[in-house]
Nanobody, 122 residues
Framework: QVQLVESGGGLVQAGGSLRLSCAASGRTFSRDAMGWFRQAPGKEREFVATSSGGTYYAESVKGRFTISRDNAKNTVYLQMNSLKPEDTAVYYC??????????????????WGQGTQVTVSS
């Protein structure tokens, strides 16, 4: 059974940093596209970053967030720096099987984690 488990969320002041982790089990994801999405209250889920060979970011986080992966640990990370109050959301990890491109739509991913809350105070 494939499972994605996020961790690392919390409360941080504006300008601070957090690192989210997503541990995968039930499958080796080294050849799969991995992504991070977020959903703020009252808003739709939006793309944040993806890793599939290379990396690709939403404009709103480019230069502040970094996605990385440790295939030996079957884990993907999201390093978030210079956080802003508008980054407050539930952050979700997602996996697309055998993905070789840059996938930015929720429907393109096959597996999802349960989410982790990130709150940035002003």
């Amino acid at each position: 059974q494939v499972q994605l488990v996020e961790s690392g969320g919390g409360l941080v002041q504006a300008g601070g940093s957090l690192r989210l982790s997503c541990a995968a089990s039930g499958r080796t994801f080294s050849r799969d596209a991995m992504g991070w999405f977020r959903q703020a209250p009252g808003k739709e889920r939006e793309f944040v970053a993806t890793s599939s060979g290379g990396t690709y970011y939403a404009e709103s986080v480019k230069g502040r967030f970094t996605i990385s992966r440790d295939n030996a640990k079957n884990t993907v990370y999201l390093q978030m720096n210079s956080l802003k109050p508008e980054d407050t959301a539930v952050y979700y990890c997602a996996a697309r099987l055998n993905g070789l491109g840059y996938y930015t739509k929720s429907a393109e991913y096959h597996y999802w984690g349960q989410g982790t809350q990130v709150t940035v105070s002003s």
